[in-house]
């Protein structure tokens, strides 16, 4: 699941220009700049609301150009001043005062990345196109500015003799390497060049994710008959019909994609025409036709690669990963390489399982046909129900979402940390069905606010991610603001939410992005929460996924809706059975999408694929690394690959597999000191959740752990060994 790093730090303007967008419309005010003032526009005066959340039931979409503009414009001003004090540097005229900066810019970017991502509309679209270079160039005002990098220069070369805590130590040595990396010892003529190249990827990554999103709203498979449709459940067939009243299909049903190759229906859909309708619609996303995407991909693969060379690093990965606690793409590539060939053999065998099945199910009258990709998640469904004797449509009414939210995730939590939750229902949303949670120490004090967006849209990017409006900081006075995005179908009027599994994991792995956003504990906003590495990003909300299978957290949201009867135990005990079922399947096809990122981004110069070859490109990729299975696609095909793209994971999707590893030891160490415990949590609090990045990742896992990672949890949990 992505997760959105709040752009409230000046190197956030240097990694991405603007915050996930999604795509189509919602009834939201007429773009009108011209008539916007300082005096009524909201986004331009701090927030007087509770712990400075913004009104976003009086923001618009004619608020935030104007905001935008004049918050870049502010945040200028402050630079400017920086750079060009008289007074010779210090670390509180020049570090402490860029972290004090562009406090305006970040209030509105918050709300503005917030709305693109889960509510937007084609005017935010049109602003989000027209200022995502002026972003660029904003992060490059700042960052190629020699005088200011003089200025903290000479702070690193004499910084043993400024007394400094080690927190303050270690932002001035990440202001200078942020710095560094981006470009501030190249020269005036190859700045102007870096200036170009940031802004031109900058408008192509925001035209690829627009691409996207609209072209999987685009895609949907449209049904005319709804015997085609048998497996679904009458909710999923309901929603299938309103979903096609509202694009104007009245009297047919539609089945809407998310931006994943496989397609959640695809496990219930006994129609096997349908069925390959829909997965090859998916999988042929953006190659050809309106929303094509290969030559975007084509053309930032190869201006990443400039870029890299142009900052004396011979791959876009080697600049990336130098700044992760992978360090290098050889330590990527030997980690993914241990891991490929037992999950494929896995995913051989799982496939050579449901083989047998289709085989059988062949000499009692059925169709013999060979198992293909589309065919996958249903017969891997009936070999789940034949050897563990359960199906979705069995635990579906255990897992109601208010239930899974307050007793099972808030549950945990309040177990796990002792804090306590309160809903507020006086917090500003854009949204009706969002909720919002104020959060409390074990003492009662305030630790800040939580809001839950559970429901797709149109106008929502697909996936889960946190964000952030306000993020914790003792030098600005502030507590974490934090939000949740899920993309649960919304039943129709009346009818219960009932959820999948898979969204049960995914709404306590993006409450684990949560926690640790919320368990900030800093002095300075550069190191607050979750800004992290990539690769270690993922490790608190990867072990937060734990607590949906505890028992005892578990039986306390397992309930079945409308009558409250605990999910019985034989049920339950097949549910945490099932936990390593199909993991070859899922290992491969994430790796897929890990190695064919990598593949693309540790070409040098002169060697990145043009439009024609991107799909022979990532074909290659995956043949080399033994993934080519094509019974299991890659989890994204290039054309459709919003991590590496858009969404800040260039050169780094691998880092869901190596915060697993993380993950995987940490659930090895709670389990072996007593599980759910206030002690454990405690522990976990005060050596990883509350440092944010103010130490070295790999040093605050360490001293948590008491050595180094161990892939040995990764793959007992996965059901994989090396020997595979």
């Known amino acids: 699941m992505i997760l959105e790093r709040p752009a409230t730090r000046a190197l956030c303007l240097l990694l991405s220009a603007l915050s996930l967008a999604a795509c189509t419309h919602t009834t939201t005010p ?146 200078r390497t942020a710095f560094v990396r981006a470009g501030a010892n190249l020269s005036e003529t190859d700045k102007a060049t870096l200036r170009g190249l940031n802004e031109r990827l900058s408008m192509l990554s925001n035209e690829f994710r627009q691409t996207v999103l609209k072209g999987v709203n685009s895609a949907a498979v449209v049904v005319d008959t709804v015997s085609e449709l048998e497996g679904l459940s009458p909710e999923q067939v309901a929603t299938a019909a309103a979903a096609a009243k509202t694009r104007n299909h009245e009297g047919k049903w539609v089945i809407a994609l998310i931006n994943t190759t496989g397609q959640p229906p695809l496990a219930q859909l006994k129609n096997r025409a349908l069925r390959e309708r829909i997965y090859k619609t998916s999988m042929t996303r953006g190659v050809g036709g309106e929303f094509d995407t290969t030559r975007i991909v084509a053309e930032m693969v190869k201006l990443r690669s400039e870029r890299a060379k142009l900052l004396g690093y011979p791959t876009h990965a080697a600049y990336v990963l130098e700044d992760e606690t992978a360090l290098t793409a050889d330590a990527v590539n030997k980690m993914l390489a241990q891991l490929a060939p037992p999950a494929v053999a896995n995913a051989r065998r799982e496939a050579a399982a449901m083989q047998s099945l289709i085989d059988a199910q062949a000499k009692s009258g059925g169709a013999a046909f060979q198992l293909a990709a589309w065919d996958w998640d249903f017969y891997a469904e009936q070999v789940r129900k034949e050897k563990y004797a359960f199906d979705e449509a069995q635990v579906r009414p255990y897992f109601e979402m208010n239930r899974v939210l307050v007793d099972g995730v808030l549950f945990a939590a309040q177990e796990l940390y002792g804090i ?108 607050s929460g979750t800004s992290v590495p990539r690769d270690f990003v993922e490790f608190p909300s990867q072990y937060n996924e734990m607590w949906a299978v505890e028992p005892r957290v578990l039986a306390n949201y397992a309930k079945r809706h409308g009558t409250g009867a605990p999910m019985p135990k034989e049920l339950m005990d097949k549910v945490l059975a099932a936990r390593k079922f199909n993991q070859g399947f899922a290992t491969t096809e994430y790796l897929g999408a890990a190695i064919v990122d990598q593949a693309f981004h540790q070409q040098p110069v002169g060697s990145t694929p043009d439009a024609a070859k991107v799909e022979e490109f990532e074909a290659q990729a995956l043949k080399r690394s033994g993934l080519d299975f094509a019974a299991v696609p890659p989890r994204y095909r290039t054309s459709y690959f919003s991590h590496a793209f858009s969404g800040g994971y260039s050169a780094g999707y691998y880092a869901y597999i190596w915060s697993d590893v993380l993950a995987r030891d940490t659930e090895h160490w709670i389990n072996a000191n007593g599980g759910l415990q206030r002690k454990n949590g405690d522990a976990l609090r005060a050596k990883i959740l509350s440092k944010g990045f103010s130490v070295d990742a790999i040093t605050m896992f360490r001293e948590f752990y008491g050595k180094d990672p161990d892939i040995g949890p990764l793959l007992e949990s996965r059901g994989l060994t090396l020997a595979n």
């Open 30 to 175: 007429s773009m009108n700049t011209a008539t916007t003032t300082s005096g009524d526009n909201p986004l331009l005066a701090d927030s007087t609301l509770p712990y400075g959340v913004p009104p976003l039931d009086r923001i618009h979409n004619e608020h935030f150009k104007p905001a935008l503009l004049a918050g870049m414009e502010a945040h200028r001003h402050e630079i400017d001043a920086i750079a060009g004090n008289a007074v010779a540097p210090t670390f509180e005229n020049t570090v402490v005062a860029m972290e004090r900066a562009g406090k305006p810019l970040s209030r509105v970017r918050s709300v503005f990345g917030s709305l693109t991502a889960s509510n937007t509309n084609a005017e935010l679209e049109a602003v989000q196109t027209e200022l995502s270079p002026k972003f660029a160039s904003h992060s490059d005002a700042i960052y190629l500015n020699s005088a200011l990098f003089a200025r903290i220069r000479a702070l690193y070369e004499r910084r043993s003799q400024l007394g400094l805590d080690a927190e303050s130590l270690r932002l001035l040595e990440r202001y």
């Open 420 to 527: 306590s939750f309160k809903e507020r229902r006086d917090i500003p949303t854009y949204q009706t069905d969002m909720r919002v949670f104020e959060v409390f120490n074990p003492d009662a004090t305030p630790l800040g606010l939580v809001y839950f967006d559970w429901y797709a849209r149109d106008n929502k990017r697909g996936g889960a991610w946190m964000s952030s409006y306000v993020e914790q900081s003792r030098l600005l006075g502030t507590h974490a603001v934090v939000m949740n995005n899920l993309n649960v179908p919304k039943p129709p009027a009346g009818q219960p939410t009932l959820l999948t599994f898979d969204e049960v994991n995914t709404a306590f792995h993006e409450f684990g992005h949560a926690i640790h956003g919320l368990f900030s504990n800093v002095m300075y906003p550069r190191f």
